[in-house]
């Protein structure tokens, strides 16, 4: 229960670092519908290396062991894991 309670702790205190992030995410997404990628190179790769650093801080990992933040991105994603590599690669 207490590593349940640590995690959203984790996940609340990296949402709330930057909103205004969040928002221009929101306001420009990564693809449409029919998953196309709407965004330039250099954006999606700022955006990845960003999903990969707060899925760190939020399931444990270091910058030498990214393991645990991809386990935890693969956990919680509705993708299957065929499709999330597709889309982070």
């Known amino acids: 229960m207490d590593e349940l309670s ?3 702790n ?3 205190a990296t949402i709330c670092e930057h909103p205004a992030a969040i928002q ?3 306001l420009s997404a990564t693809s449409n519908k029919q998953g196309n990628v ?3 190179k250099r954006t999606m ?5 960003e999903t990969l650093e707060r899925a760190l801080k939020i399931h444990g990992g270091k910058a030498n062991n990214h393991l645990p933040g991809a ?3 693969v956990e ?3 993708f299957s894991k065929k499709q999330l590599v597709t ?3």
Do not use: C, F, P
């Not at 790769?45 to 290396?49: D, G, N, P, S």
């Open 6 to 8: 640590d995690k959203e």
């Open 10 to 12: 984790r996940l609340q």
């Open 24 to 26: 221009n995410r929101q």
């Open 38 to 40: 709407k965004i330039s």
């Open 45 to 49: 790769r700022k955006r990845q290396t």
């Open 71 to 73: 386990v935890g991105l």
């Open 76 to 78: 919680t994603t509705k």
């Open 87 to 89: 889309i982070v690669s």
